[in-house]
């Protein structure tokens, strides 16, 4: 009986995948891509427990942008992933969530998140699945890049690998062999 129950530990185990929280390990700030577009100024503040985004926003008129400015936070995913996280957006742009959106980008299409027309915080929580292969990021954009920046934070990232690793198959592997070890010997002692 107790065999069974070690085969069936290391089996549940070994199928889990890999699981970590915050953003440390594969998922840590040194290995994301910062990126603003058009002139932007927009900025990113990571640390292993939450993620801060900036949203472009310049007090001189003739220094702003024409355009609006996109700043994104990008990693690709080796493995497929389990991703989920919480987010609070705020504004302070004079037109309000409308000027400066927040969301995710997965394989470069913009998943909205903030609702727009509003002014008040916003907030929320998401999980999904990133794909092997796939690049996912958080994106904030400036309509006009004055008046007022929009802030991001998210925070209780959470990253679950989907494919057991080789260790955790190993353990697996392991398990199955005593649980078959135990079955011939009893077979034997019958």
Excluded at 126 to 151: C, H, I, K, Q
């Amino acid at each position: 009986m107790y065999s069974k129950f070690l085969a069936i530990s290391a089996l549940a185990l070994g199928l889990a995948g890999t699981a970590h929280a915050d953003f440390v390990l594969n998922t840590a700030p040194a290995n994301w891509t910062t990126a603003n577009s058009n002139g932007g100024n927009g900025t990113v503040v990571a640390n292993s427990s939450t993620l801060t985004l900036n949203s472009s926003n310049f007090s001189d008129f003739n220094s702003a942008p024409l355009d609006p400015t996109t700043l994104s936070y990008s990693l690709l995913f080796n493995q497929n992933t389990l991703l989920s996280f919480n987010w609070n957006y705020s504004t302070a742009d004079d037109g309000g969530s409308s000027n400066d959106s927040f969301g995710y980008i997965l394989d470069g299409v913009l998943h909205q998140l903030s609702t727009d027309g509003l002014f008040d915080p916003q907030s929320g929580s998401l999980s999904l699945l990133v794909n092997a292969g796939s690049t996912f990021g958080f994106e904030t954009t400036s309509v006009d890049s004055l008046f007022g920046g929009a802030r991001t934070v998210v925070s209780n990232f959470s990253a679950t690998n989907q494919i057991p690793e080789p260790g955790s198959m190993a353990l697996v592997f392991t398990g199955l062999l005593a649980a078959g070890a135990v079955a011939k010997r009893r077979n034997k002692q019958a």
